[in-house]
């Protein structure tokens, strides 16, 4: 199959300005947001510098009141406010786990929601992030694959999840307090509900924004994109993003990928790994990263592993083991632990960093392959009643 297919996606992402609303500067490029401005009365002249400024309130310092911006002035504040806002997804509900573990519901424009993971370690916190509502892949071991698609997120509801994140963390500046380089929120992974790749200019905006130096500042290596295989747009996260890149990947044989991951039908295990071979970032120390869940009698053997060291060759890589996390209804079960060991220890001694991904927030329904709102799974069941009843 050829990898120049067409990706076509039956979703629209919303337009930045509702019907007679204000328009949310949240999402905006520094291009987007100048031209923004200058369009609604800022001269030209100044635009740059409002840019800027505005740009490290929201960004730097959390703020989202145009009244708080002290260093623009009363009348220009009162003018940004009456054409703009600065707004963020809503939370509707917040889980903490027994390990630490955040899960969000959060909503977004059209009453839709989305969930959110912050997961706390030693050395650092990483949020996971959503980019669509629901998802459109139906990978069979994902909980969250068992929502139907609705939209794209905007980039404004994609970065808008990182800053909720950071006002629930108390991770803005307080003013006059001595600067805390300590962050709580260091890492993100787009390994939420929705496929990446199938929003990609929406993805790669947020994480523009998220890595620019006079705001959240995130190092590019500090942010993991995961892709179930969109291979045409692959080359473009190294160009465009330059992000770290993983692979859901979780078989070695093309028949059983395309019932764990659908996608495979239309870029099978071959082209996908020919491309990530020319992938333009791919070095020893940027190693693309390949995860495989663990699903008991499915893709655990020792021949799988063999396989798996095969297929990879000649690519730095290394392999996040991830133990199954399951879920009501779930067709799986979990690989049981001695047989994920040797199934690592076959990878190790090939020369591969083989990590088992330790659960986190299984109780929360949180874990890796588990977001699916309570909210929606209700829902849902409400349509069924009402469909079979008539009503």
């Known amino acids: 199959m050829s990898t120049t297919a067409p990706i076509t996606q039956d979703v629209l992402t919303i337009p930045r300005k509702l019907p007679d609303g204000p328009i949310n500067l949240v999402g905006l490029t520094r291009d987007a947001m100048r031209d923004t401005l200058i369009a609604h009365g800022t001269p030209e002249k100044q635009a740059k510098m409002r840019v800027g400024q505005i740009w490290q309130w929201i960004y730097e310092k959390g703020i989202s009141d145009f009244d708080a911006m002290t260093n623009l002035a009363k009348p220009y504040r009162a003018e940004l406010a009456q054409h703009f806002t600065v707004a963020r997804p809503e939370i509707v509900s917040k889980q903490v786990s027994l390990d630490g573990t955040r899960k969000y519901l959060m909503r977004i424009a059209g009453g839709h929601e989305v969930e959110t993971v912050y997961i706390p370690e030693e050395d650092r916190g990483t949020l996971c992030i959503s980019s669509q509502v629901g998802c459109t892949l139906t990978c069979s071991f994902c909980h969250t694959g068992t929502q139907k698609l609705v ?9 808008g999840q990182v800053l909720v994140a950071r006002d629930d963390l108390g991770e803005w500046p307080v003013p006059g307090a001595p600067k805390n380089e300590t962050r709580l929120l260091s890492n993100i992974v787009l390994m939420g509900m929705g496929e990446p790749l199938y929003n990609f200019e929406n993805v790669r905006d947020a994480m523009k924004i998220a890595m620019d130096p006079e705001g959240i500042s995130l190092s590019r290596r500090r942010i993991t994109l995961s892709t179930s295989g969109v291979v045409p747009e692959i080359a473009r996260t190294a160009t465009e993003i330059g992000c770290q890149l993983a692979i859901s990947f979780h078989a070695t044989t093309d028949e059983v990928r395309d019932k764990l991951v659908p996608i495979n039908k239309k870029w099978n295990i071959a082209e996908l790994l020919d491309a990530l ?56 079960e979990r690989s049981d632990w001695d047989r994920i060991q040797k199934f690592a220890d076959i990878i190790y001694k090939a020369g591969y960093a083989s990590p088992i991904r330790t659960p986190r927030g299984e109780d929360i329904m949180a874990a890796c392959g588990q977001l699916k709102s309570a909210t929606e799974r209700a829902r849902k069941s409400r349509a069924q009643i009402a469909a079979e009843t008539g009503l």
Not at 277 to 284: F, I, Q
């Open 151 to 159: 939209r794209n997120l905007t980039a404004g509801e994609i970065i």
């Open 277 to 332: 071979r020319t992938y333009p970032k791919l070095s020893n120390s940027e190693r693309i990263t390949f995860e495989y869940v663990m699903l008991k009698d499915v893709n655990d053997t020792d021949d799988d592993a063999r396989r798996l060291i095969k297929l990879i060759k000649g690519i730095p890589a290394k392999i996040n083991l991830i133990p199954f996390n399951e879920w009501p209804g779930s067709p799986y």
